[in-house]
């Protein structure tokens, strides 16, 4: 006897086994969207494929990532968020720039003077603190693409 062949719009049951932890911040997230435990994981598991689909490749949705968390660390180091306060949007335009090597002539630093440098120097710092504040990137593909971006080099 064959098995039907199930329409693509049909629900299926799926027995799944996750940590305690993750299932309880999934069930924290349900609660605050106002939602069930099943709506919220299928929406974030959707919401997963969606990504591939907007960003293309893995590098692609990497550099994004990575552009976001500068911005999350620069904000944590001011307490400031960077569309409302100029120095901070200032320190998040110096980082990108030393991410993708562009020219950002000598900036100020917070602290000493004496602890102030280029801004590519400063830029590729802030990029390698935003990935270990994120997780699932790979710092040796940052790595590179600060090399590749300042250098021309691809290896």
């Known amino acids: 006897m064959e098995a039907r062949k199930r329409k693509e719009t049909e629900f299926v049951q799926l027995s799944l086994r996750i940590r305690e932890s993750l299932r309880r911040s999934i069930e924290k997230a349900a609660d605050e969207n106002g939602c069930s435990l099943n709506e919220e994981m299928t929406r974030r598991l959707e919401e997963s494929f969606n990504l591939e689909e907007r960003y293309g490749a893995p590098h ?10 500068m911005i999350r660390v620069r904000e944590a180091q001011t307490g400031k968020s960077c569309n409302v306060d100029l120095e901070t949007f200032r320190s998040v335009q110096m980082a ?16 000493d ?15 390698r603190d935003a990935l ?11 790595g590179q ?7 021309g080099e691809t290896k």
Not at 113 to 127: D, L, N, R, S
């Open 96 to 111: 990108m720039a030393g991410f993708f090597g562009l020219p950002f002539g000598d900036v100020k630093m917070y602290g």
């Open 145 to 151: 693409w600060i090399k590749t971006m300042r250098t």
């Open 113 to 127: 003077p004496k602890k102030w440098k280029p801004a590519w120097q400063a830029g590729e710092e802030i990029a």
């Open 60 to 69: 692609v949705r990497d550099i994004a990532q990575t552009v976001a968390g």
């Open 132 to 142: 270990m504040n994120l997780g699932g990137i790979r710092a040796d593909r940052v």
